[in-house]
Nanobody, 127 residues
Framework: QVQLEESGGGLVQAGGSLRVSCAAS????????MAWFRQAPGKERQFVAA????????YYAASGKGRFTIFRDNAKNTQSLQMNSLKPEDTAVYYC????????????????????WGQGTQVTVSS
């Protein structure tokens, strides 16, 4: 069993920065990839960014490219999302996700491809 726990959400003004982190615990951790998704009220869960655990290949949604950076610390089993130049439309609950089997580039973007999820952390960007 794997547990994912997010931290670091909060309230920030537009243009500010936040870092959300995800700590993984449970079985010996060697996921294929970890990702961030977000969900705003009344909207579907949306891909934000992902990173493959062994090679560190990163993927970004167009909405966050150039503003968001995903990175991992293999020794600590954590991955984080640094978010800069935040906008009110970035407001959402941010979820950490992990998958342990190899998935395609297209599947990286799809919530159903992931095996484990955290409880989410709220990020609110005020205008």
């Amino acid at each position: 069993q794997v547990q994912l726990e997010e931290s670091g959400g909060g309230l920030v003004q537009a243009g500010g920065s936040l870092r959300v982190s995800c700590a993984a615990s449970g079985r010996t951790f060697s996921s294929y990839a970890m990702a961030w998704f977000r969900q705003a009220p009344g909207k579907e869960r949306q891909f934000v960014a992902a990173i493959t655990w062994n090679r560190g290949i990163t993927y970004y949604a167009a909405s966050g490219k150039g503003r968001f950076t995903i990175f991992r610390d293999n020794a600590k089993n954590t991955q984080s999302l640094q978010m800069n130049s935040l906008k009110p439309e970035d407001t959402a609950v941010y979820y950490c996700a992990a998958v342990f089997t190899s998935i395609t580039t297209a599947q990286v973007l799809i919530p159903s491809a992931y095996d484990y999820w955290g409880q989410g952390t709220q990020v609110t960007v005020s205008s």
